[in-house]
Nanobody, 124 residues
Framework: QVQLVESGGGLVQAGGSLRLSCSAS????????MGWFRQAVGKEREFVSH????????YYTDSVKGRFTISRDNAKNTVYLQMNSLKPEDTAVYYC?????????????????WGQGTQVTVSS
């Protein structure tokens, strides 16, 4: 298990940017693939992005491609989600999560550790 803490959420106008961070403690961070998910009010948790253990592979849901960028710094035990050109429909609580594999990166059931979430609100 690994402990995860997200930060960087907030209120931003449409078209603005935010960078989310997720800091990890516990077992070796570089052993885990990492993902970002989000959950809007009244909706199910959905996959946003994933990065493999070595940063060799990244994945995005279609709605954020070209606007969001996931990255990680294994020396700092941190994964980031740079979010540009934000839209009101990006409003949600954003969660980072750790997985042992990138095989099914968009399935939340395959992630074993989750952060508490950080709220992102995009106003129109």
């Amino acid at each position: 298990q690994v402990q995860l803490v997200e930060s960087g959420g907030g209120l931003v106008q449409a078209g603005g940017s935010l960078r989310l961070s997720c800091s990890a403690s516990g077992r070796t961070f570089s052993s885990y693939a990492m993902g970002w998910f989000r959950q809007a009010v009244g909706k199910e948790r959905e996959f946003v992005s994933h990065i493999s253990r070595s940063s060799g592979a990244t994945y995005y849901t279609d709605s954020v491609k070209g606007r969001f960028t996931i990255s990680r710094d294994n020396a700092k035990n941190t994964v980031y989600l740079q979010m540009n050109s934000l839209k009101p429909e990006d409003t949600a609580v954003y969660y980072c999560a750790a997985s042992y594999s990138s095989a099914t990166y968009d399935n939340p059931l395959d992630y074993h550790s989750w952060g508490q979430g950080t709220q992102v609100t995009v106003s129109s």
